[in-house]
């Protein structure tokens, strides 16, 4: 929708989610976005790839579950974020996770923490955090960073404001030891009683913003009206060029070429529903294998609004992958759709398959080993292989002991006088 992958789930989903993604470990993401995400993305760059990257991006607002299903892809209910944190607290209560709380002023902090305490007791709420408001670029990271490791939380919930608390979690996710991280916004104000939330009739009528307007109007006015003009003339734009998709004669189907590193999606008829799960699973296995990808449009007569989420995803996923991904024989009403979506700097884009093969660099092999609590992998370029989590220790020490021992043969090498025939 307008550049950004929305996920379609239910608020049960995302709780079942985020437990998935705490037992999974390492770092996982998650962004509840409102129209003024995906307005301000399409001038942020930074911001889209983020969101791009997410683990989840949930529909926060009524406006983009009315945007979806204009798109005739309709959202199943709106996952706000002052409606997930008192979910995520009845689950710290029920499964003992600790929660860490950054953001927000002290006031705010503390109350949404009282209120937790009060409406689920036995919450496990394992620190604060309280910055003074700051450019990101003035904080104080490392102190914020050395507090959160102490408290060691399962979820941190960040409430710093958008964009700014997206790319800090962005900035960090390579530091930050927690497997679930999440941006809410001025959650923590409502739940402390210090923003009055609207009423549930207004909250299902998406008036919600009209609430709040009349709370704050000096700081959410100007904002409210630049994200609503910007809603209306970039989801005509999209809806337009969606409509103006031509249906084809191809009948629907995936054909798949190897051709060196190199895998070849052919596409043939219309991208969405079914379809769209046929293809990700190959070309999302193609990519973790190491291959890189090229999907070939020019049979495909129409990209639904879900399938332009999933080659969001294909890129950012090729992207982490260090594989090349590639669109190509896209013609003029498939190029004006991923114009129009605000996509055109997420793709690579060639004329043929042939075109972007040139173009695609020889495979330069790496290897690396990553872990997790209770798992571990070897990955050689893009190849994935599992191993034990002993195994993987004990690759790791034998090349400590190799590159210890490096230096020592080398000196002693250079000591030994050659012998002389």
């Known amino acids: 929708m307008i550049g950004v992958p929305i996920d379609n789930v239910s608020m049960d989903e995302a709780v079942e989610a985020i437990e998935n993604g705490i037992h999974e470990g390492g770092f996982h993401h998650i962004a509840t976005a409102n129209v003024d995400f995906l307005i301000t993305s399409i001038h942020d760059q930074e911001l889209k790839d983020i969101l791009a990257a997410c683990y989840l991006v949930l529909p926060d607002g009524m406006p983009l579950v009315w945007a979806s299903r204009m798109m005739r892809s309709a959202l199943r209910e709106r996952v706000s974020g002052a409606d997930l944190v008192p979910k995520i607290a009845e689950l710290s209560a029920d499964r003992g996770y600790g929660i860490f709380l950054l953001g927000s002023c002290e006031a705010s902090s503390e109350g949404a923490a009282e209120w937790m305490a009060l409406s689920y007791p036995g919450v496990r709420i394992v620190g604060r955090c309280c910055p003074e408001i700051q450019d990101l670029d003035e904080m104080d990271h490392e102190r914020i960073l050395l507090q959160i490791e102490a408290a060691k939380p399962d979820i941190l919930l960040v409430a710093l404001g958008s964009p700014k608390q997206e790319k800090w979690l962005a900035m960090h996710s390579h530091r930050l030891k927690v497997p679930v991280c999440i941006g809410i916004g001025g959650s923590l104000d409502i739940l402390a009683g210090m923003l009055r939330r609207a009423p549930l009739w207004m909250q299902r009528q998406g008036l919600e913003w ?26 005509a734009l999209q809806l337009a060029a969606s409509a103006a998709q031509k249906p084809g004669h191809w009948m629907n189907g995936v054909v798949m070429e190897e051709i060196g590193s190199t895998t070849i999606l052919r596409i043939s008829g219309r991208l969405t529903g079914t379809p769209v799960a046929n293809f990700e699973e190959e070309a999302r296995l193609a990519v973790r294998t190491g291959r890189h990808l090229i999907l070939d449009l020019a049979r495909t007569t129409f990209i639904g609004p879900d399938a332009l989420g999933e080659l969001i995803h294909l890129a950012y996923t090729a992207k982490k992958y260090q594989r090349e991904f590639w669109l190509t024989g896209l013609g003029p009403s498939l190029l004006r759709l991923i114009q129009a979506a ?80």
């Not at 704050?216 to 409210?224: F, I, K, N, S, T």
């Not at 075109?355 to 990955?379: F, H, N, Q, V, Y």
Request: with cysteine; aromatic share 6%.
């Open 210 to 235: 009209f609430f709040r307007t009349c709370q704050e109007p000096a700081r959410l006015g100007a904002r409210y009206l630049r994200d609503a003009l910007g809603m209306v003339v970039y989801m």
């Open 342 to 421: 605000q996509l055109k700097s997420n793709f690579r884009i060639a004329p043929k398959a042939s075109d972007a093969l040139r173009r695609i660099p020889a495979t330069e092999e790496r290897m690396s080993i990553e872990s997790g609590k209770d798992w571990a992998l070897c990955r050689v370029g893009g190849r994935l292989i599992p191993l034990e989590r002993e195994v993987a220790a004990g690759v790791c020490r034998q090349v400590l002991q190799m590159i210890e021992r490096r230096p020592h043969e080398m000196a002693r090498d250079h000591r030994e006088p050659v012998a002389q025939g």
